[in-house]
């Protein structure tokens, strides 16, 4: 059989072909796996844009959300939450967020802003975390409260489940893992105050008075809700701090100074800083703790 310039041509054609067909199959095969490497990787540009109205929560959303969430905090640390005025920075970032966890306690600057964020972004879903907590009259602090935490953390929980349902597992494994590590710190504060139980400690602004409550403690504020006292009522909370061998006033790091030096004088106390907004939560809280029990020592 000889080969011909008609079969080499063939040949040709033939090798032609099977090139174009071979071109055609990877290009297929690369946008079939493109097409697949897009949906796997999805969820992970498109995170859950939350709002919280303090740094403590921030660390409560972050530990169950985990990368799937980015938290905005409305009120910075280290400025009051009882007078702060949100940013036009912040107001932007409202208007772009999908979730609103509130503390829901009666915090002035929620009271000021929570109708006025509504208005900003109708498509907000605002969050109560204080729904399943019995509040005391007067007293936002919720959150200065383990207990309370770990009921909020719940309404953190199922609400991002729900607008993050292809990670609903991975939240609930987060959710165990940190409710654990509070409860933990809950239990061992509750053996570390057992020997202090009915003990007064005195802070200047009344911020700890669920901590209080929590532990079967007693505090002593010099301020009423964030007004300052009648001089006679001021007198009548000096005389009881000196009567409880009061040792320490506690003052958060944006309160006025010189008033509480005036007081821890004619009690013959010392002044400690503690800081009810610190962002990491349960280290902050370990801590409030440690200065709490050595005022009560």
């Not at 972004?121 to 200065?144: A, F, R, T, Y």
Request: proline fraction near 4%; aromatic fraction near 12%.
């Amino acid at each position: 059989m000889y080969w011909t310039q008609e079969m080499h041509t063939r040949l040709l054609w033939f090798s032609s072909l099977l090139e174009v067909f071979r071109l055609k199959m990877i290009k297929k095969v690369l946008v079939f796996l493109l097409f697949l490497f897009l949906i796997y990787f999805q969820g992970f540009s498109q995170d859950l844009k939350v709002l919280v109205s303090i740094p403590p929560q921030k660390e409560w959303v972050e530990s169950i959300g985990g990368s799937w969430v980015k938290v905005e905090v409305l009120i910075p640390q280290g400025m009051d939450p009882h007078t702060y005025e949100i940013t036009p920075r912040k107001l932007q970032e409202v208007k772009r967020a999908g979730v609103y966890f509130y503390l829901g306690s009666g915090l002035e600057f929620e009271v000021l802003w929570l109708n006025k964020i509504k208005k900003l972004n109708p498509q907000l879903e605002m969050v109560n975390c204080s729904k399943e907590i019995e509040l005391l009259k007067g007293d936002p602090h919720v959150w200065l409260s383990l207990k309370n935490a770990e009921k909020s953390l719940l309404v953190i929980k199922e609400t991002l489940k729900k607008h993050l349902l292809s990670f609903s597992g991975k939240i609930e494994e987060n959710y165990e893992i940190y409710q654990k590590k509070l409860k933990d710190l809950d239990q061992s504060i509750t053996e570390w105050t057992k020997p202090y139980r009915v003990k007064a400690f005195m802070c200047y602004h009344p911020s700890l008075g669920y901590f209080a409550r929590d532990y079967g403690l007693k505090q002593i504020a010099v301020e009423e809700g964030h007004k300052e006292p009648s001089p006679k009522t001021l007198m009548r909370k000096i005389e009881e701090a000196k009567k409880e061998n009061v040792k320490v006033i506690f003052l958060s790091p944006f309160e006025n100074r010189k008033k509480a030096e005036r007081i821890a004088k004619e009690i013959k106390a010392e002044i400690r800083i503690i800081d009810p907004l610190n962002e990491a939560y349960l280290l902050n809280m370990e801590k409030i703790a440690k200065e709490v029990i050595r005022a009560l020592q």
